[in-house]
């Protein structure tokens, strides 16, 4: 990530705060409404869906990062760190079922969707552009002494 | 493909940041596009060449090409 937040980024941080906060109280507030009472029918199918809008809307923030992000190199990292979660999730997911065909593990996933695994990969690929980042505006990088 | 990015930005007395700033991009980027680890795309690559007003070729070389 650029050492000063684009503009872009900061929409991206505001959006995802506001995404991860509703996110929370409905995880909250649904957990509580299945444990004391119950709804049925439509309204249980209402309920339950409640708390992956707001992870729907994580990814629609992710996506309106990668379409307002100006700067293409910062751009570029941003849809290779995407790139490394839809490949980490998809590499745990496929590795899981194979493993659960052959009854070798249980099954279900212990609450653990892909979008969990998902966004374990983004932060994976997030530590490696942090890394970059550091690496890329290093002090000694803009010495114009060594310059020729 | 190889940049005379660094030599030029010498020979003008900018920093990375003071170019950044001139092309409207992180520093990172610059410092990206020094080393060859990132092509930058045909509008950038002008907006470079505009910013040392040199034409593209004399900023961006062929792998083969010396420099």
């Given amino acids: 990530m650029a050492t000063k937040m684009s503009p872009a980024m900061r929409r991206y941080i505001r959006r995802l705060t506001v995404c991860m906060s509703i996110y929370v109280g409905l995880i909250l507030a649904v957990g509580w409404l299945f444990r004391h009472a119950p709804p049925a029918g439509p309204l249980a199918l209402g309920a339950a869906v409640l708390p992956a809008l707001p992870i729907l809307g994580t990814f629609w923030t992710i996506f309106r990062l990668l379409e307002e992000e100006t700067d293409e190199y910062i751009r570029y990292m941003l849809v290779r760190q995407s790139l490394f979660a839809t490949a980490f999730c998809l590499s745990v997911m496929t590795v899981w079922e194979f493993l659960q065909n052959y009854d070798v593990v249980p099954s279900g996933n212990g609450g653990f969707g892909a979008a969990f695994f998902w966004f374990v990969g983004l932060g994976i690929g997030g530590m490696w552009n942090a890394w970059a980042a550091r690496r890329d505006c290093a002090p000694e990088d803009d010495d114009l002494e060594e310059a020729e | ?67």
Avoid: C
């Fill in chain 2, 1 to 67: 493909m190889n940049n005379r990015l660094r030599v030029l930005r010498a020979e003008h007395g900018w920093s990375q940041q003071d170019l950044a700033d001139r092309l409207g991009v992180s520093r990172q980027s610059v410092n990206a596009i020094e080393k060859g680890r990132y092509d930058p795309s045909l509008p950038l690559a002008f907006t470079i060449a505009d910013v040392f007003g040199l034409p593209i070729e004399a900023i961006f070389l062929r792998e083969e090409s010396p420099e």
